[in-house]
């Protein structure tokens, strides 16, 4: 994993990371587009990163290592138990595109709590951000347009993330 936890202390690790993203579906799926069935995406939250583990991590804003990442994650993915189903992957279920709002609201907020640390020292641009984040508002217009607003918007403004889109 490559966010710093809350104390910008150490990098948290995938069980932490699976164990953030769980807590903030029980508090926060009732900002979900759809109605979702909590417990499926907690499921899928937390066995979301096992490829990962196994493919190793690619940090959301390296443009090299994206290069390679899915090829090294369907390998991985083939490795420990077969083809991943069609839906948790692609994000078309309810439940799969709420997940994908955790993943991408939840190192926005430790970045944002650490005072950009990880931003900073990666050099992370606004475009990779809204890139990486094409899709977030298709699980939750809610919780997209808070993490914007309350985490990226603040960021921007300081210089943490560099804008590149003027």
């Not at 475009?127 to 603040?154: C, M, V």
């Amino acid at each position: 994993r490559q966010t710093f936890l809350s104390d910008a202390k150490r990098r948290e690790n995938d069980a932490e990371h699976a164990w953030h993203m769980a807590i903030m579906t029980l508090l926060l799926s009732e900002y979900a587009n759809e109605e979702i069935d909590v417990l499926r995406v907690i499921s899928m939250l937390l066995i979301h990163d096992l490829v990962e583990i196994d493919a190793g991590d690619t940090y959301a804003y390296d443009e090299e290592g994206k290069q390679t990442q899915r090829v090294r994650e369907v390998k991985a993915a083939d490795r420990i138990y077969g083809i991943l189903p069609e839906d948790l992957e692609e994000a078309q279920t309810p439940e799969a595109k709420f997940a994908h709002v955790m993943d991408n609201v939840q190192p926005a907020m430790l970045n944002d709590y650490t005072e950009g640390k990880d931003w900073i020292a990666k050099g992370v641009r606004l475009s990779q951000i809204l890139e990486r984040n094409a899709h977030t508002a298709e699980g939750s217009q809610k919780l997209w347009d808070y993490a914007y607003t309350n985490f990226i918007e603040p960021n921007v403004k300081t210089g943490k993330i560099k804008d590149d889109t003027k």
